[in-house]
């Protein structure tokens, strides 16, 4: 269970330099298919951030090719340390108003790039590691054990409403969606991880559905999904999901072109999903790993909505991929 003072810094485990605290924060305008990622990875062992702020509205495989990029390694974290108001040299300030329920994220670059957008929780936060919440985590399935390695060990996504507005280099785009939001600590070496999926589509303020799910980059180009975590928030209500299968076609490089969820919940319904590739970009949220990153249009029913997709691979993993061709070959159509 997800407290207030899990808002705070937890305390590192000084056994491991690369303990790590994060805020991630993604949010998005449709009609613009204007994507953003806001990302503040805290080293607190070496005293250190990384942070990422990054805006793409186009099909990119490049960062130079998005419409703005500010990736930082070694942001000192500001004393006194606070996790609950830190302000970055790299121009991002974010407060947390409410303990893990409401936030206002700024930054600026000082060259007329500008984030000014309030975080409004839709839901408590969903933790992956209690058992009352997360059916998948009940089940003491390998699958439910799933933590990213260690990063997950203290984890939460919880979604919510996003409303401001971001300026691109003078240019102003209204924010006004719901999405999705997490906060992990624990140990994350920089090598190790699995590969992860980590989605979600949101049909409005009533309907989202988020999921951690896991794959093999090396069979059928990552075809095959499996699910870790995920829920259904409808009305207000949270349903954690207790199964679900998935399949992932790629065609330009590894990203998700299409992807096909089937979901089933904690009250039995099923629910299935076809989500459909409009953005890409990929995003370093650390040096030795990619998130082939998309904003996709998400279908359930007769329902339309959004989401953002991260797809996770590490690039000693893809070196090792792209050595051998036959893993770059499409999948079969869903």
Partial sequence: MIRDDDADFHPPDPAHPTWAETNYFGFYNAEEHLNVGVYALFRTNLGTVTTSVCMNSRRTVTHWEADFCDMRSAVPIPQPRNLRDY??????????????????????????????????ALMPAFDIHDPAMDPMCASASQEGKFAWGTAYNGHFDQTGAFKGSVTVRGRTVPIDCASTMDHSWGPRPERGAPAMSWLHAHFSKDLAIHAILGFDPAQDNGRE??????????????????????QTLRKQERYPESIALRLTDSSNRVWELNGRTVTTMPWVYVPNSIGFNTLSEWTCGTQRGWGEVMDFIELPVLNTLNSAPATLSASKPL
């Fill in 225 to 246: 999904l499996w699910l870790a975590h995920g829920y259904v928030l409808e009305r207000g209500k949270v349903f954690g999901l207790k199964s679900g299968t998935g």
């Fill in 87 to 120: 302000a970055l040299s790299s121009g991002l300030h974010v407060r947390c108003l409410a303990p893990n329920r409401q936030w206002q994220i700024d930054y600026d670059d000082g060259h007329g790039t500008r984030i000014d957008v309030r975080y409004e």
